[in-house]
């Protein structure tokens, strides 16, 4: 169902669409240095009811970025908003984990007008609202090394790109990136899980995925969420370590319709690992905004 879109901000998106094409749509978008095969539970799981349209980044999986180059937030902001004009005129719920929340964030603050008439619902999946080192464990601590050791240590992998790359698949060959991105979850990751989170880490370009790290930490929606009318749902796993739960408190508090749901034994990867809890308070928040048996208050089943 894969097809390749030329968008407007110059990048060419890979764009999947799956479920009923006259359903309400939903427009999911991944997490950094993934693309969006780790949708696979959430996918199956809406495209009963819903039209699913997954994407793939600027630059990671099989999307290109810009001939420029551009890896910012407000370009993948862009890029979403044309992704919009693939829904028949049906308003999306938006649904995005981690940066894709936060490509939503950015949208909201940079074309407020397309809310009225193209967006029925916000769902933003452990995420955050400013610079991520901001609300990440050990924050005071990355913050203090990311201009004396952090930048300068992802401006060179970008110069050094294909030594970096090499020892980016010796690291997947050997386990070590397993065990790396093993931090990224709770107890109850599956060996499949796993494995999947690494290779796509492994697989996408690290020049790429510095260059969206260095945009991460330009970044700020600190107030985009309080002019939102529409609904928002804001997930958080009670042990995420890269986007703390008092950020996804934040945003609920920030968004006038806003609605917090925190899943227990859950890290930054919580809807992989805890992939029921997730689906089915994604899935009865888009049957409300959907107007498709609406489900009660998602608030009403938070821990």
Not at 45 to 60: E, K, M, N, Q, T
Not at 82 to 91: I, R
Not at 256 to 276: C, K, T, W, Y
């Amino acid at each position: 169902n894969g097809e390749h879109i030329a968008s407007p901000t110059g990048s060419r998106l890979y764009v999947e669409r799956h479920g009923p094409p006259d359903a309400p749509p939903v427009i999911l978008t991944h997490g950094w240095g993934l693309d969006s095969t780790i949708w696979f539970y959430l996918r199956r799981a809406l495209s009963r009811r819903f039209h699913v349209i997954c994407w793939d980044l600027p630059g990671l999986g099989k999307s290109r970025a810009s001939a420029l180059g551009a890896v910012e937030l407000a370009t993948f902001a862009g890029d979403l908003k044309f992704l919009l004009t693939l829904t028949h005129g049906k308003p999306a719920i938006l649904v995005g984990h981690s940066i894709g929340g936060m490509v939503i964030q950015t949208l909201i603050r940079d074309h407020p007008q397309i809310l009225a008439s193209h967006v029925a619902g916000v769902v933003l999946v452990n995420t955050t609202y400013t610079n991520p080192l901001k609300t990440m464990v050990f924050s005071r601590l990355a913050q203090a090394l990311r201009r004396p050791l952090l930048e300068p240590l992802m401006r060179l992998t970008i110069l050094l790109t294909p030594i970096a790359w090499l020892c980016a698949w010796q690291s997947y060959l050997s386990g070590s990136a397993h065990m790396a991105n093993r931090l990224g979850f709770a107890g109850d990751v599956t060996r499949s899980q796993l494995n999947q989170t690494a290779l796509l880490a492994t697989r996408n370009s690290p020049a790429v995925s510095v260059k969206g790290n260095l945009a991460m930490f330009r970044w700020d929606a600190s107030e985009a969420l309080q002019s939102i009318s529409v609904p928002t749902l804001i997930l958080a796993g009670d042990s995420d370590i890269l986007t703390n739960v008092e950020a996804s408190k934040r945003l609920m508090r920030s968004a006038p319709r806003g609605e917090l749901a925190i899943v227990p034994r859950a890290n930054h990867m919580g809807f992989l690992e805890q992939f029921s809890d997730y689906n089915q308070l994604i899935e009865d928040f888009c049957r409300r905004c959907g107007n498709t048996d609406a489900a009660g208050p998602i608030a009403d089943r938070a821990t």
